[in-house]
């Protein structure tokens, strides 16, 4: 039944009711926020920089690939994992701006334009006929399918449906007859559709809800305790309950109930929605549902609604998809913000300063017997309500100061024991909310309590404890001299209630009341050892300041190393904490993550999967009792929900996008592909839909046929430059080094022919080819080379010549360019470098025979005054001529060469020291007792000689010519023109003329 239209002024006033009423929810919603703030939670955002070219995005749907499809105001998108593709008129469709989306029964996608209906078939999108005038879309809830060949749409209010014929052809026409609109005046009001995979659709009609289900249409309104609103929004979930949403209530039908109950969310009002977004509902894994609010998110849990907003880490609203992946990850679009995907949904939740935290240092965490959380930070211990979800700081502890709390215990009497860094040590009663105790002991790393109910305290300078922990306890310090003065650091303790203490570099147990230090291979423990545990089977695991975490087992008083862990099982050898929790899983918690071991297989957490820092804080561990787990960080306090999720069985899968060599694209599916070989490369693109573990995945890969080892990567891009003629079978794999995981084997084999001219046939033709030009050859060639052999004859005769003809020359030339370098050019006699090799070599000879050996240094007196009276040229002339007569005075086996400027060098093998004048008199007579002859002048010139004898074996070149030297120096000072014998110290003088 229709009903009756209200009158405006009744409108206008229920509208300003309505603002009214949000005013005050918002002003009490601030109120409420001020001392209610709940967990943290991170998002990874894509946008533009990621490859969202457009932020305002109307809609989003996962495919039965895995693929993810959105629509935005400047085009429709495909995110693949690792990039976005936008599809253009190159793709079919025409327009920019894309206003929906829908998925049909046979996975086909369906989206619409502002005025075009469009479904892809694969490669490309086709354009739908909606009928003979335009159409108008809209970007709410106005598309919907019904099988794979029904779709309906709503335009200008009127439900449409276009179905698919025999033929194939797509045919539009309006789903109600004239008739049943005209006596449901509301068909024609129709502002949402939604329809079911049984076949029933549900419309927001007018103000009421429309269902038709089996042909029949049903009206539901105000007597079915629907408020008179227009509903937008419609959504049916996994138990056949019937979700309807306006923006100012929702309201849920059962599937087999008549009446609708509400479900507005609290605090009251915020149902009210006037925001930029879209009305949207979904449904995450476990059954609960979503739905936006103006501040947040809100969360349907069976019970009552949770809501989420800034306080929680959602910066972002206009929200106008939630959509939960097939892996369970949550998405959400945004009218101008993009899209967010919430990292680590209802598996993480984090507690920042944002959340009340004093610090977002946070160290000890304990959960006390009235299921309160209690987070020691860098600056206070606050209490936590997980059930009201506030932190708060008793009014004792708000009035005193406690900075870095390293212990934190509770005792059976409910008393907190609390231990600070540098030594302060309380005793606080929650009940009466009052500190009963105080004192001060030396810096302290740790606390533990142990099954007896002691309170070990871990100091710097050696263990302290409370063996009876009441209101008036007594501090102890143990005087064993084993571990009085050690620094402690971590305890633990074993099924047979041993105790096990760890200091910097000393393990020790305490066993029947007595300490004993277990010895510990050095190599391992270089470093700092900080935490400590003990495994069911009484093995125990160390980690610190080390090169690796160690598993040890001790017997006696010796451990035994049973295995070390590093990378990359281990992300960092940084170990800040290293405990088990009640399943017995061993928790790692390093520098750059929180690994976990459940006895078999390694798993890695970092902010990948929701956590606020990986930077964990030493001792920063509870294992809660429901078995969730709390780990205390450098960013707040991390709870992880469900930690028997971590190893889960969710496959990890891998997809190949594309393949082309050059622009010919490869089908990846069925037969083999053979293509001819070009000169143009190989590009192979893959991706895995595993979003939730997006940035954390690598891909390995071969290429068999050219390459036999796997290579690994993390990009998911290929690039193979000409490929060379063969078979070929290309494999890929997705790998999750975090979670030891791989995918099955995704892989296309291929063929690359070789070119024709490298075919058989070719090869053939060129082997007859190339036999007949061989013998062809053959033939001529020997006829050439018996012409040949005759010309060379002649040539070899004619070469025989010239080259004895050159050789000669070589010989003329070798000797003159020999006579160059060892005669001088001037007299033509030795030169100096030639002279004083002669002399090297006649003193080895005289060594040798024992023979004697003159050395006679002549000099041309007054050669300068001949040079400067009758010029150079007449220098020249005498030098020459002196030369000449000393050449043709001595004997054949004496050398004369010219040592320098008017000095002339003479070496006279075999003279003897006793009969030395007449020989060297004649020598310089020859220059003395002639006139030298220059033009028509006559010139007479005389000479001075210095003689020396070699007189020993040792006597060196040097030493003839500086002996020589010496005795021409004295001629010369003696008056010039006569013969000085040098005298050697140990020999008789020698007659001088």
């Known amino acids: ?222 007597q079915q305790d629907l408020p008179d609103e227009s509903w937008t929004y419609l959504y049916l979930d996994r138990h056949g309950w019937l979700w309807a949403r306006s923006p100012q209530h929702i309201r849920v039908l059962a599937p087999d109930a008549t009446r609708f109950a509400a479900r507005d969310i609290a605090p009251n009002g915020l149902s009210i929605y006037s925001g930029a977004g879209l009305l949207t509902f979904t449904e995450d894994a476990h059954g609960d549902l979503l739905t936006q609010t103006d501040t947040g998110i809100a969360r349907w849990n069976g019970t009552g609604w949770r809501t989420f907003d800034r306080s929680n880490g959602l910066a972002f609203d206009a929200i106008s998809t939630i959509l939960s992946d097939q892996q369970g990850s949550i998405w959400i679009s945004t009218r101008g913000h993009g899209i ?106 740790r606390l533990f309590q142990d099954s007896a109910h002691r309170i070990w305290f871990l100091t710097r300078e050696g263990l302290y404890v409370v063996r009876e922990p009441g209101p008036h306890p007594t501090v102890e310090k143990l005087t064993d001299p084993l571990i009085s003065t050690d620094a402690f650091a971590d305890a633990a303790e074993d099924a047979s209630h041993n105790l096990w203490f760890l200091a910097d570099n000393h393990l020790y147990r305490l066993a029947d009341g007595r300490f004993e230090e277990i010895s510990i291979d050095r190599r391992y423990t270089r470093g700092q050892m900080r935490n400590i545990a003990v495994a069911s089977d009484g093995t125990l695991w160390i980690g610190g300041g080390l090169s690796a975490l160690l598993h040890l087992r001790v017997q006696g008083a010796q451990a035994s190393i049973l295995n070390t862990v590093s990378t990359p099982d281990l992300v960092s050898t940084d170990v800040q904490i290293v405990r088990f929790d009640h399943r017995g899983w061993l928790w790692i918690g390093t520098d750059l993550g929180v690994n976990v071991f459940d006895g078999s297989r390694w798993r890695l957490l970092t902010e990948q999967d929701g956590l606020i820092s990986n930077d964990t804080d030493e001792g920063a561990f509870f294992a809660d009792h429901d078995g969730s787990i709390w780990i205390g960080v450098n960013g707040g306090a991390i709870h992880l929900l469900h930690p028997e999720q971590l190893f889960s069985p969710a496959p990890l899968t891998v997809q190949l996008k594309s393949a082309t060599l050059g622009d010919r694209a490869f089908h990846l599916t069925g037969s083999r592909n053979v293509w001819r070989w070009r000169d143009v490369p190989l590009d192979i693109t893959f991706t895995s839909l595993n979003f939730d573990r997006d940035g954390s995945l690598l891909f390995r890969y071969r290429l068999l046929g050219l390459e036999s080892e796997w290579t690994q990567t993390p990009g998911r891009h290929l690039h193979y430059a000409a490929m060379p003629p063969g078979d070929y079978r290309f494999e890929v794999q997705a790998v999750d080094p975090a979670h030891q995981k791989q995918s099955q084997t995704a892989s296309f084999a291929f063929t690359i022919r070789p070119p024709w001219w490298r075919t058989t046939y070719f090869y053939f033709f060129l082997a007859v080819l190339f036999t007949s030009l061989s013998v062809l050859v053959w033939y001529w060639r020997e006829r050439a080379l018996i012409r040949r052999q005759q010309i060379l004859r002649k040539l070899v005769a004619q070469r025989t010549l010239e080259l004895e003809a050159e050789k000669a020359e070589l010989l003329a030339t070798r000797e003159e360019l020999r006579r160059q370098a060892t005669r001088d050019a001037l007299t033509g006699i030795w030169n100096r470098s030639a002279i004083l090799d002669v002399l090297e070599r006649e003193l080895d000879r005289t060594r040798r025979e024992g023979s004697h050996l003159a050395v006679v240094l002549a000099d041309i007196d007054h050669f300068k005054r001949i040079n400067d009276t009758h010029g150079h040229l007449a220098g020249d002339s005498v030098l020459r001529d002196a030369a000449q007569r000393m050449l043709e005075s001595v004997r054949p086996y004496d050398f004369v060469g010219r040592y320098g400027g008017e000095e002339f060098l003479m070496v006279l093998p075999g003279l003897h020291p006793q009969d030395p004048c007449p020989r060297l008199t004649e020598l310089q007579q020859t220059i003395s007792d002639r006139p030298f002859q220059y033009l028509d002048k006559s010139l007479q010139v005389t000479s001075s000689f210095g003689v020396v004898w070699m007189d020993s074996p040792s006597t060196t070149v040097e030493d003839m010519i500086r002996c020589a030297d010496q005795a021409l120096y004295e001629a010369k000072a003696a008056g010039r023109d006569r013969i000085i014998y040098y005298t050697h110290p140990t020999t008789n003088d020698v007659p001088t003329r």
């Not at 300003?16 to 939670?41: D, I, P, W, Y």
């Not at 870095?404 to 907190?416: E, R, V």
């Open 1 to 222: 039944m229709s009903s009756p239209r209200r009158p405006r002024n009744s409108r206008s006033s229920k509208l300003r009711h309505v603002l009214l009423q949000k005013m005050l929810l918002l002003l009490l919603f601030g109120l409420l926020a001020s001392t209610s703030r709940a967990q943290q939670f991170t998002f990874r955002h894509y946008g533009q920089n990621e490859g969202l070219r457009n932020l305002d995005v109307f809609k989003i749907v996962q495919d039965k690939e895995g693929l993810l499809w959105i629509a935005t105001e400047n085009g429709l998108f495909r995110y693949d994992g690792s990039e976005f593709h936008r599809f253009t008129a190159a793709d079919g469709i025409e327009e920019s701006l894309v206003l929906s989306l829908a998925l049909d029964s046979s996975g086909r996608i369906w989206t619409t334009t502002n005025d075009h209906l469009y479904y892809f078939d694969g490669t490309r999108f086709q354009s739908v006929p909606t009928g003979s005038h335009p159409m108008q879309f809209a970007a709410v809830q106005r598309l919907a399918t019904l099988g794979s060949r029904h779709v309906l749409f709503l335009d200008r209010g009127t439900l449409m449906q276009v179905q698919q014929n025999a033929s194939q052809l797509w045919t539009a026409a309006p789903y109600f007859t004239p008739q049943q609109t005209a006596t449901h005046p509301e068909l024609s009001q129709l502002h949402s559709i939604m329809a079911t995979s049984a076949g029933t659709l549900w419309l927001g009609c007018g103000h009421r809800i429309c269902r038709v289900k089996d042909g029949q249409l049903t009206i539901l309104g105000s």
């Open 340 to 445: 967010y995907r919430w990292l680590g949904y209802d598996q993480v939740e984090n507690w920042t300063t944002d959340q009340g935290l004093r610090s977002d240092i946070v160290w000890p965490i304990l959960r006390d017997r009235e299921s309160r959380v209690w987070i020691a930070d860098q600056l206070q211990l606050s209490q936590l309500d997980n059930i009201a979800h506030q932190i708060t700081v008793p009014p004792a502890l708000a009035a005193t100061a406690l900075p870095h709390a390293t212990g934190l215990t509770q005792t059976p009497d409910g008393a907190l024991w609390i231990l600070h860094i540098a030594g302060d040590l309380l005793r606080y009663d929650p009940s009466r909310q009052r500190i009963t105790f105080r004192t001060k002991i030396p810096t302290s790393a």
